[in-house]
């Protein structure tokens, strides 16, 4: 079991992250298995596409926390974080963002268009300081977001960033299943 001093896991998963081989739900099952307080951020089965609905899903998962939370969100999962963290007065350790999407420009085929995320909320992209740590790793060969763009992300937020190499969307689409380097930088977080 979660000690008092241990902040709460609290898991983002972007669009489409809800899958039984992916990184974050493996890292959930390793940590609630070691004891840690986990909760995981559910799919929107209704306004899936709404940044308001992402927002307040996010807000209703970390109230649910005892104390203060870690974060740790994946693609659309991290614009959820970085548009809640405008909002929120919860208290946050701190957040692993992985592999941002880059929402201002034009998206691979199959992926939201422009027009359907700007009519959703989710831009313009937010690029304050985040009120609370933050890491953002980033692949050199992301399909959604070139690295470039998500390092200037990363400055914009006050992120540290870190590369990861060419790991595609750190997805099981691009051959990921676990993430081991995800809980070292957890506890790098944790430990400021």
Same mark, same amino acid.
């Given at each position: ?5 241990? $902040?709460?896991?609290?898991?983002? *998963?972007?669009?489409?992250?809800? %899958? =039984? /081989?992916?990184?974050? +739900?493996?890292?959930?099952? &390793? ?63 701190? $957040?692993?963002?992985?592999?941002? *999407?880059?929402?201002?420009?034009? %998206? =691979? /085929?199959?992926?939201? +268009?422009?027009?359907?995320? &700007? ?74």
């Amino acid at each position: 079991m979660s000690t008092p001093t241990e $902040a709460t896991i609290v898991v983002v *998963p972007g669009l489409r992250d809800h %899958l =039984p /081989d992916h990184w974050q +739900t493996i890292l959930a099952e &390793r940590l609630t298995a070691a004891g840690r307080a986990v909760l995981t951020v559910a799919p929107l089965t209704e306004d899936r596409l709404s940044r308001t609905a992402g927002v307040a899903a996010l807000e209703a998962v970390v109230a649910e926390a005892p104390g203060p939370v870690v974060l740790v969100a994946h693609s659309a999962g991290v614009m959820t974080t970085v548009h809640w963290a405008r909002t929120t007065s919860r208290p946050v350790v701190g $957040a692993l963002l992985a592999t941002p *999407p880059d929402f201002d420009t034009p %998206l =691979p /085929d199959g992926r939201p +268009t422009p027009d359907v995320l &700007r009519s959703n909320g989710w831009t313009p992209v937010p690029r304050a300081v985040l009120p609370f740590p933050s890491v953002v790793a980033a692949s050199s060969d992301d399909p959604l977001g070139r690295e470039v763009r998500v390092a200037r992300l990363a400055e914009c937020w006050g992120s540290r960033l870190v590369r990861l190499g060419a790991v595609g969307h750190l997805n099981p689409g691009s051959g990921y299943g676990p993430w081991p380097r995800a809980e070292e930088l957890i506890r790098e977080i944790e430990q400021g």
